[in-house]
């Protein structure tokens, strides 16, 4: 081969990494942009789960108000 035919067939193999690399930076970066979407999925639930624990928490205290009254109101029926 004479020194265009290597210099050409260098040029060809470098290009080919660059290729290469574009591809996968490209694949790396559209997994980057999933799993940030992911993420903010993820946020949104913890902040669901957050909300729903404090609603839980809010009904369990009601519940329980309510079965300190019923408790009262069954004691003054049997003291009568």
């Known amino acids: 081969m004479n020194n265009f035919d290597v210099a050409v067939a260098k040029q060809l193999e470098t290009m080919d ?19 940030k979407e992911e993420m903010e999925q993820i946020q949104t639930l913890k902040e669901q789960i957050e909300k729903m624990k404090k609603e839980l928490k809010e009904v369990q205290d009601i519940f329980e108000a309510q079965t300190e009254d019923a408790i009262r ?5 049997e003291s009568r």
Request: hydrophobic share 35%.
């Open 17 to 35: 990494k660059l290729l290469g690399i574009q591809v996968e930076i490209e694949r790396c970066q559209q997994l980057q942009t999933q799993l």
């Open 73 to 77: 109101s069954y004691q003054k029926m």
